[in-house]
């Protein structure tokens, strides 16, 4: 018999909100079930089909959600919710069960995760953190939450190619653009550090650190940025340009500035320079 891809906790932790009994899902390791392919422009890490486990989709796992009130967060803060915003978060309970019930009427966090279920617990994610204080860093988390929705809904489209999850995915990279933006401006300007989130992802095979987060920033803001004011559109990407100018202006590829990041950062910073029609890099980038 193959072994299994998942596995279950043995003991439960408790919802902070209902108490409700969770059992979590946990992806097993080895064996093959995880073979590394390209990463993609977005930093996304995407995997080989396995002939044992067939498709494998890490992302849908992170999330710790509670079947009963759709209460979710990241598996490291769930059991830290504050007091204080335990009121805003029991009150959201009913938008939380109606957010996603035309779209996946039957998800189920009690049995194996699929897409859909991968998809809600970043949407949950999102409604759970806006309610969140700044130490948890819930914009930059946020952000993260619609990117990952976004690559799930990728693959939903891909799997099911006539059911609209293309258009999901891109209101979820707007919704990312917002928030990476957001985050990016907290950290700068020091109302809402980065420091709370233990990773910046944005998978979860490789932490790219600030540098990719700067890089996300310019490349949603470039990718998914509003278009219909051409003198606001000229703007942001103004502000998108130095965002990444930062990230290769500050030397050679190392260890903690990867190739992936400074070719990347170059191709957007030149694409947005295009745009702009402002020709030659800056040379003091």
């Known amino acids: 018999m193959a072994a299994s891809l998942t596995f279950f906790s043995k003991s439960p932790i408790t919802c902070p909100v209902c108490d409700e009994k969770i059992y979590r899902e946990e992806m097993r390791t080895g064996r093959g079930r995880q073979i590394a392919g390209n990463l993609t422009r977005e930093l996304r890490r995407n995997y080989e089909v396995s002939q044992q486990y067939g498709e494998v989709f890490p992302l849908i796992y992170p999330v710790t959600v509670c079947p009963n009130c759709y209460y979710a967060t990241f598996d490291d803060d769930f059991l830290l919710l504050p007091d204080k915003v335990l ?36 949407v949950f994610a999102t409604m759970t953190y806006e309610h969140f204080p700044k130490q948890f860093s819930p914009l930059f988390k946020s952000g993260l939450c619609q990117l990952r929705a976004a690559w799930l809904c990728s693959d939903l489209h891909r799997r099911r190619p006539t059911e609209n999850f293309d258009y ?51 490349l949603l803001e470039f990718e998914y940025g509003p278009r219909s004011d051409p003198e606001m559109r000229r703007n942001a990407l103004g502000r998108a340009k130095r965002t990444v100018a930062r990230i290769f202006g500050m030397g050679k590829a190392s260890k903690h500035k990867p190739a992936a990041i400074l070719d990347n950062a170059r191709e957007v910073y030149e694409a947005i320079s295009k745009e702009l029609d402002d020709g030659e890099p800056d040379p003091e980038a």
Not at 87 to 108: N, S
Not at 195 to 213: E, F, Q, R
Request: proline share 7%; glycine share 12%.
């Open 168 to 218: 999901m995915a891109a209101v979820f990279y707007r919704k990312a653009r917002y928030y990476y933006s957001r985050a990016v401006e907290g950290e700068q300007d020091g109302t809402q550090p980065l420091s709370g989130a233990k990773t910046l992802g944005p998978d979860i095979d490789k932490n790219y650190g600030y540098d990719g987060v700067l890089y996300l920033s310019g």
């Open 87 to 122: 009121p805003a978060v029991e009150e959201g309970i009913p938008a939380r069960q109606d957010a996603l019930a035309d779209v996946f009427p039957d998800l189920d966090f009690t049995g194996e995760r699929g897409l859909p279920e991968g998809v809600a617990s970043y």
